[in-house]
């Protein structure tokens, strides 16, 4: 799972990219140059109780990358976001899964906002309708080159550009009006015919109100806000203070903990952030473990055990037999896959089983 970290010159974005990552990338000035990668393991209460139960060698959480890009330096200006956008990074921006949208809504006079004032929901707005534009421009090319072309070849080619046209003619609209893809309500097979142009505004995208401090004790009142005038489908708002995180990445565990509480934080807004990632993206996790590893995989909610035995290795799919499936804290609470199978928690599944968050799964497999 990749997200992309975007939002406006000023935003705190490379902030929330350092807290993210626990990385020290550079903050200074508006807009950087530089890409920025790093990798978070997932936190997951369920594994550690898994692995001391197995005492493995080797614990592996679930991991997401973030990659910071370079942030948008526009202001009234409105033109194609991607129009001086390098074409590396502009492939990393429509290759990543989600995006998540670093929106300033702290005040700080040593850094003042790029427009002077501060104002979550335009500055929102204008990155919003930067990427309307952009899918805006790649739809009309698509459209037009389809109009001229699309005629030619095998039936069954102009059969499937004809149905290819109708869904970027039935997307020209929306656009225009300043609606984004992902509210556009198309079908599987609609979905399906456009996917390869990875649209921006078609991505799931969580909103990240970077607040300050001060206002730490009315976080969920302006999430409230701020959600209230973005309903878009597949998009979440939530809150955090970069810069308040920043600092208890610095403090030792309980040290932290102990800042939180005084601060009245509930949990930590930057694992908060990960598991809306997750939600957004319909994802859930499995576990698999044993005397060498624990681990947590990532599949879409839905997937099946077929689909499960494929993330962890093509042969397992190849050669499936069936799949043994305890959930985890029946496990935990039973304390061995002998005592799951005596107590009837322990279930013997084919291909087709839908697998749960939190399920515990054993391959079996011919070789």
């Known amino acids: 799972m990749q997200i992309a970290i975007i939002g406006l010159a000023g935003s705190g974005k490379s902030t929330v990219f350092n807290t993210l990552t626990r ?56 033109r194609d976001v991607t129009s001086d956008m390098p074409a590396d990074q502009l492939a990393r921006l429509r ?35 930067e990427f309307i534009f952009s899918d805006l421009a790649q739809v009309e090319r698509r459209a037009e080159k389809l109009r001229q072309t699309g005629h030619h070849g095998a039936p069954e080619e102009r059969e499937v550009n004809d149905r290819e046209l109708a869904v970027h003619e039935r997307l020209l609209p929306g656009l225009h009006a300043g609606k984004p893809i992902r509210d556009l309500d198309l079908g599987d097979d609609e979905a399906k015919l456009v996917r390869g142009f990875r649209f921006l505004t078609e991505k799931p995208e969580l909103v990240v109100l970077n607040i300050g401090e001060v206002d730490l004790p009315r976080q969920a009142e302006l999430v409230e806000q701020i959600a209230a005038r973005f309903p878009h489908r597949r998009s979440l708002v939530d809150a955090l203070s970069a810069k308040v995180e920043m600092e208890m990445n610095e403090l030792e565990p309980d040290d932290a903990a102990a800042f939180r509480e005084d601060l009245g934080l509930q949990e930590a807004s930057l694992d908060r952030v990960i598991h809306l990632s997750y939600r957004l993206l319909g994802l859930i996790s499995f576990f698999t473990g044993g005397p060498e590893e624990t681990r ?38 039973l304390g061995s896959t002998a005592e799951a199978r005596k ?18 799964i054993t391959v079996l497999f011919n070789v």
């Not at 140059?33 to 997932?42: E, I, Q, T």
């Not at 107590?343 to 515990?360: F, H, I, N, P, Q």
Request: glycine letters at 8%; zero cysteines; charged letters at 25%.
């Open 95 to 129: 290759n990543a899964d989600a995006l998540l949208h670093v929106v300033r809504v702290f005040d700080d006079a040593s850094n003042p906002h790029p427009d002077g004032s501060v104002d979550a929901l335009r500055d929102i707005e204008r990155l919003e309708l």
């Open 343 to 360: 107590a009837g928690k322990l279930r013997s599944e084919g291909k087709t089983y839908r697998v749960r968050d939190g399920d515990y």
């Open 296 to 333: 947590a995989w990532t599949i879409p909610d839905g997937a099946t055990a077929l689909d499960a035995a494929a993330a962890i290795h093509s042969d397992l799919a190849r050669g499936f037999i069936r799949a043994e499936v305890v959930h985890w804290d029946d496990l935990v609470a």
């Open 23 to 78: 990385s020290h990338a550079d903050t200074g000035g508006y807009g950087g140059v530089v890409v920025n990668v790093g990798v978070v393991k997932v936190p997951d209460h369920r594994l550690p109780q898994l692995t001391a139960l197995f005492r493995p060698k080797k614990e592996t959480p679930a991991d997401v990358t973030y990659v910071d890009l370079p942030a948008s330096s526009r202001s009234a200006d409105l």
